[in-house]
Every structure is written in C-alpha cells, then in structure tokens.
C-alpha cells in the first residue's frame, strides 16, 4: 500500500512538473524571445515614424522566422547586440532583419522628436547622399523609397524624414537593390524593421583562411568596388566606410557584396561631360573628401583606392588614426619575389596618379588570378 501510494505521489509530481515547464516554455517564449509579430520587436505601434508596413502580412504568418541567439529579447540592447541586426528567412530565403540604428539611438530619437526644436537641429537631408543632385534626381531617391514603405503618401512622407534621421541604408536599397550592383536585395520593412537579403559572412570570418582564398577574396573585392565606380550608366557611387565588417562573400555567387551603405556618396554620372582620366585632383588622404570634391571631380579610382589603402595594405600607419586591415598577410616569399605584391599594394595605396592607380588595379587582377 505504502509503495502504492509513493508512485502515485511520484507521478502527480511528475505531471505538475510536466505543467510548470510547459507554462515556463510559454512565458518565455512569449517574453524573453522575439517572434515575428512580437510588437517589442517591430515596434509597429511607432509608425509611420518607422519604415514602413509592405512586409507586416508575411511577419504575421509562416513565412518569416527568426533564428539565433539575437532573437532573445535579454540581448536586445546595446551591450550584446549593437548593430541591432537578427538572422531568420523570408518565405524561406535567407535574410537579415535591421533595426538600422543602436537600440540608444531609437530610444533618444523617440524623445528628440517630441521636442520639434530638438528634431530640427539633428535634421538631415538627402543632400548628404546626393551632395550634387537636383531636384528631379532627388526625387527619383525620395519616390522610390516612400513606395517602398507601403504607406499613403503622407505617412510615407513621414516615414521618409525618420529613415533620414536614423539611417539612410533603407533610401539607397530600396533604389538601387535591383540595379545589379554588388549590394544586397531590399524586401521591405515591417515596422522598424528593414528586410535585406543574407549575401554571407563579413571578412572578417575569412582573415585567416588560407593565403590563396584571401587572394581570391581580394580580388573580387576589388572588383565590387570599382564596379561601385563604373558599373552604373546613370551613377557613380564613392564608399568611404572602408573596414572588413562591411563587405561579405556571397558563396553561391561567388561575388564580394557591399552591406553597409548608410554612408555612401551618389554622383550622377551625367554631371562629368569628360570622364578622361584626371591627374590633377588633389589626392587627400583623409577618408572622407569635401563634398566639392565629388560633384567637381570625377573619380574612377577612388575606392580602389579605399580598398589598397584601408584593406590590403600591409601594417604601416595610414594617416593618424586609422590601420590597414593587412588582409592579404603572411605573403608567401616566393609570391612576393615573382610579382612584386607587396610593393604593388602599397603604389596603389600612395600614388598620387589616377592613371597609375588604375594600372596597377589591373596587374592587381592578373596577378591575384594567378595566385588563387
């Protein structure tokens, strides 16, 4: 009897424990891990100070899921997830889901803009990105980007002044994303929520892979990024922001892509009647250039030259903050006898020559294609 009476007590044990981690799973799944529809992550309830809502029917069905670490809302801050980013698929795509700005930069833009004074004096315009365009250009960017969003025209004009704020990725892929440039797909937003595509891992996760792969991996980069310069009929487009973390390998493409664009500079390519090489443009060698500068001077060299001087260029200091990320480290001695790499990345890096820069991006090519 006495028996009897442990294994029932031991099985009503059991099942209340059964219960308890059963409503555990619920509560934390409901509290500490973001679905898609969780309104702490999309945070719909801020628009149309938002993206936009042209992807909200998908978040609420099977169609978007989020995976990884991220999707715990303890890491939702700027300590463990500055970039605000989250990995998951679309319709079973692999995308990244953006916030587009620190988790601190929302929350003082949600207080800033209850001040108007305040939100007039951090007010930016499209000017940043498109220092030399008129109007009707201007428009294309704006048009664009309100269509996107999946708002009337005013909410969306709305939606616009706040992406201008906060990032101005969203404006630059929702034009350009289909344009064939070496840039990811932008799906839409769902809220504060920006959907691109997942083109791969940063190169960083490549830095110590073997020097032939990293040849490679220079190579194609080098390729985006001068694609960035003359790949388009209709614009040129300089990139500053040069560091590992921006660029990733698209494996199945085989194909350097260019992920972060919130501080790119967009030419129209119709303002350079004469786009023959120049030589006399003062060649700075601070990262970012005076605004003049790029709507006097046309530039076919510029971000090979980003890319020789902030990626490739062995460890020698570069201006007075910034480092070569030395990707193409550890040079074989005998790679570096026959061709010379070494002191062809750092002519690349230092002429002066617009012209001469261009040749050397060329035997950079050849040669690189030969070390793979």
């Given amino acids: 009897m006495q028996l009897r009476f442990r294994r029932t007590c031991r099985i009503r044990w059991f099942l209340i424990l059964f219960i ?15 679905t898609p529809s969780s309104i702490d992550f999309l945070e719909l309830n801020a628009c149309p100070t938002c993206f936009g809502i042209s992807l909200c029917h998908l978040f609420e069905t099977n169609n978007v899921q989020l995976s990884g670490w991220q999707r715990f809302s303890f890491f939702n801050n700027d300590l463990f997830n500055i970039k605000n980013i989250y990995y998951g698929t679309l319709k079973n795509q692999l995308v990244i889901f953006k916030k587009m700005a620190h988790q601190s930069e929302w929350i003082m833009f949600d207080v800033c803009r209850q001040n108007r004074s305040c939100f007039q004096q951090i007010k930016t315009t499209l000017t940043t990105l498109l220092p030399c365009s008129n109007s009707t250009f201007i428009s294309k960017f704006q048009n664009a980007f309100i269509t996107s969003t999946g708002f009337n025209n005013s909410e969306g004009q709305i939606s616009l002044e706040t992406t201008l704020q906060i990032n101005l990725e969203p404006i630059v892929l929702s034009t350009l994303s289909n344009s064939g ?62 560091n ?15 992920i972060d664009l919130e501080y790119v500079i967009i030419v129209e390519r119709n303002l350079f009647f004469n786009t023959n090489i120049d030589d006399n443009y003062e060649n700075s060698h601070r990262k970012i250039l005076n605004p003049n500068q790029y709507c006097s001077t046309y530039m076919p060299d510029y971000n090979v030259k980003q890319v020789c001087r902030y990626i490739l260029l062995p460890p020698i200091e570069t201006n007075k903050r910034e480092m070569s990320s030395n990707f193409l480290h550890s040079i074989p001695e005998n790679v570096n006898h026959q061709w010379n790499l070494t002191n062809m990345i750092l002519a690349c890096a230092q002429t002066e020559s617009t012209s001469e820069r261009l040749a050397l991006y060329e035997q950079l090519l050849k040669i690189l294609s030969k070390i793979m």
């Avoid at 409503?23 to 500490?32: E, G, T, V, Y």
């Avoid at 959907?195 to 791969?200: A, D, K, L, P, T």
């Avoid at 973390?245 to 194909?255: D, G, H, M, P």
């Fill in 20 to 34: 308890v981690l059963i409503i555990l799973f619920f509560l934390i799944n409901k509290w500490l891990i973001y």
């Fill in 181 to 242: 440039l070496p840039i990811p797909l932008y799906y839409g937003a769902c809220g504060r929520v920006g959907v691109v595509s997942n083109e791969g891992s940063n190169l960083v996760f490549y830095l110590h892979s073997s020097f032939q792969f990293r040849a490679f991996l220079a190579r194609e980069l080098l390729i985006s990024m001068h694609e960035l310069n003359t790949g388009n009929s209709d614009i040129i487009i300089y990139y500053p922001d040069v």
């Fill in 244 to 258: 590992l973390e921006n660029f990733v390998y698209n494996q199945y493409e085989r194909r350097i892509k260019i």
